[in-house]
């Protein structure tokens, strides 16, 4: 494992307090600060850099301190469906995806953010576990995809609405730089986005949750569920065997009566692993009385799973069947529209992808 990178900070790492005290330091008046930043979050994908006037020594010190940019765009995907999916590199040289998806709202767009590179969970049907985990982001790392998304809405004609933390890594398990770089990112004098409008996935870690119910930020909280029973959760999701079923909904109904968000539930339909009448009816009753939502996704394939399996998504009608299932059950549903499918949109698969033409290259050299 390797810890997160602390040095060199980048301006994204920043808060505005963080930054006026480095220009005190530094013999600056430090009301240049949130100046600076706004600037950095609003700048435009055809202007990048720092366009605000300052002092020419100032401008000089603070551009040897914190070079921008902190992160390059390795690659970038767009679909069909202008689902545009960015290959962020690091400083340290690995990557991390970035998904902005365009709303039915022709102005408006929400953003997918990746909170580690790689990930330690292990579900089973998915690419980003596939490589293992070697990092957690920092705040600044996770701030700089945002500003990335905003600037890539932008030249689409669109604002940036919403960001939800389920690109890749478990964002419980690095809470504290998620937290930082959300405070940034709803902050009225950076990002300017509300509570409302971040949602956190997690999936399950019962101490994350209540760590993010004390935090009392009020964002969204979703939950992956994928199975109602837990000897199939645990199937899917190693983690599922520490924190059953019951566990993790209860740990939701806390966080929902603190925050009075509504928790959306998120289950992948998997061909005949967990697409069955029965388990969309066991579905309802473990959410009866409890007011959340559930979030029905389709499937990408991503090859053969961690343990050598082969997972196909649900066909449309037994989606369709499962969907009116749990509705006639009184749970309120909805189908996600698959995004971007023609591009490798599951979480992971690009970085793979852009890894496997790598290594191909490598060996094509040697
Ligand atoms: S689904 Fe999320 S938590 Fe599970 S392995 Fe993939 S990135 Fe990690």
Redesign the pocket.
Known sequence: MTSTPTTPRSLPDLSAEELGEWMEREGFNAVHAPRVLRKLYDASEEAPGLHVRLPARLAERLHAAFPLPSASLARRQVAADGTCKLLLRLRDGRTVESVLMPDFHPTRAAGCISSQVG?A???DF?A??QTGFERNLTAGEIVEQFIQLRRVARSARRTLRTVVFMG???PMLNLRNVLTAVRRIADPALGALGWRQVTIST?GIVPGIERLREAGLGVHLAL?LHAPDDETRADLLPMGRRFDVQDVLAAADRYQASSRRITTIQYCLLAGVNDSMAQARDLSRLLAGRHMHVNLLRYSPTGLSLRGRSYAPSSLERTEAFLAALRAHGTVAHLRRARGPDIDAA?GQLRRREAGENADAASAIA
């Open positions: 990930c969970m292990g579900c998915c980003t576990t890749m890594g478990e999936v992956s979480c």
